[in-house]
């Protein structure tokens, strides 16, 4: 990570990552809190929020719900950005199933994200109103 970043963060008092693994985010995070230590920094008093996209099926069938999330990431991505597909959203984003991305969020909690920014990537209204309801009724109640 360029030291012009990590400069950034350390003024701002924490950083807003953009969507990857939780993997990812715990070796960039370590990076982070090492600069933050170098420079008389406490890393304890950064905050680290992860933006990450999403599309939430709530439907029991695993496969429907792939294909669903599939269809909707492809045409959000669209066919200007190639690097961008499915299989890349399965690694960074929240997709799967509602327990799945439970598991994602718990995985992310654990390697010291404090804070989840959740987009859903449809703007059809009654898509979004779907994703608000699987949210409320889901997901929230279950994240610490």
């Known amino acids: 990570m360029p030291d012009s970043i990590?400069?950034?963060?350390l003024e701002a008092g924490g950083w807003i990552a953009p969507p990857c693994s939780p993997e990812q985010a715990e070796?960039?995070?370590r990076i982070v809190r090492s600069y933050a230590e170098a420079h008389g920094v406490?890393?304890?008093e950064l905050e680290f929020a992860l933006l990450n996209y999403t599309h939430?099926?709530?439907d029991g069938d695993p496969d429907a719900i792939y294909d669903e999330q599939r269809e909707v990431f492809e045409g959000f991505y669209g066919d200007?950005?190639?690097r961008h597909t499915f299989?890349?959203?399965r690694e960074r984003c929240l997709v799967g199933t509602v327990e799945e991305v439970l598991e994602r969020i718990e995985a992310f909690e654990a390697v010291g994200v404090d804070h989840l920014i959740a987009g859903a990537i449809t703007h059809r209204p009654d898509a979004l109103e779907r994703q608000a309801a699987v949210f409320e009724d889901?997901?929230?109640p279950e994240v610490h």
């Open 6 to 9: 990590l400069k950034r963060i």
């Open 27 to 29: 070796h960039d995070w």
């Open 42 to 44: 406490d890393p304890d």
């Open 56 to 58: 939430l099926v709530d």
């Open 80 to 82: 200007e950005s190639p």
């Open 87 to 89: 299989e890349l959203a």
């Open 138 to 140: 889901r997901l929230i």
